[in-house]
């Protein structure tokens, strides 16, 4: 029997609510188990290594949890910087630094943002290393986020360059969130890399 879309539903919108509801039934030690992996694979890379100035997120909805790579990165001296809302409406991120214990409030979407000075704040085109929440992904690096665009915008520099240029934009995620195939979009910002808790793989610039 032929599969029939719901009116204006495209295909990612289905890949992206199908593994969303998988993400979802994931139990805390499923979450836990895998983070931690994700993290001891990334932390060996010299990528990891070299950087010094990285971008997390604070997960929600079943996201791999980045906790274990912050600590880490403290422990080795680096700087952790989370993803703010811009309050220019311009539906892009900003990053500022966050340390242990910093207080936190709830943005519109409900997830977590540290309190910030203008003093703690960070352009995107200074970070080493930026670790993206993702809803899927496919071997030619292409990301199938939440839908907000948000990472797209706030990264859309890496399309214009000719040659690498940091930041790494570098995906988390579980195995199975990899899909074949993935329809893509001119400006949708590809990975240089995904994480999971079976391996770390670099895709073809």
């Known amino acids: 029997m032929e599969c ?5 539903m495209t295909d990612r919108d289905q890949q992206r609510r199908r593994l969303r509801t998988q993400r979802k039934h994931l139990t805390g030690d499923e979450i836990l188990a895998a983070s931690r992996s994700i993290a001891d694979h990334l932390i060996r890379t ?3 290594s070299s950087s010094k100035r990285i ?3 604070m997960p929600v909805g079943g996201e791999v949890d980045t906790l274990p790579v912050m600590e880490v990165a ?3 001296g680096k700087q952790i910087y989370l993803p703010i809302l811009s309050p220019l409406g311009d539906n892009k991120l900003w990053f500022a630094e966050f340390e242990p214990c910093d207080p936190m409030v709830f943005n519109r979407f409900g997830i977590p943002e540290p309190t910030f000075s203008k003093r703690k704040l960070i352009h995107p085109v200074q ?3 930026v670790l993206a929440p ?3 992904f496919d071997s030619n690096g292409h990301r199938l986020g939440m839908g907000g665009g948000f990472y797209d915008r706030t990264f859309s520099f890496l399309n214009y360059r000719k040659s690498f240029l940091k930041p790494w934009f570098i995906g988390l995620a ?3 969130q990899h899909l074949p195939t993935l329809e893509s979009h001119f400006w949708d910002v590809d990975l240089r890399g995904v994480v999971t808790e079976e391996r770390f793989q670099m895709f073809p610039r």
């Open 174 to 176: 579980y195995h199975f």
């Open 74 to 76: 403290w422990g080795r």
């Open 134 to 136: 993702l809803v899927g």
């Open 55 to 57: 971008a997390c997120y």
């Open 4 to 8: 029939v879309l719901p009116p204006f």
């Open 127 to 129: 970070l080493d290393l």
């Open 46 to 48: 010299s990528i990891f």
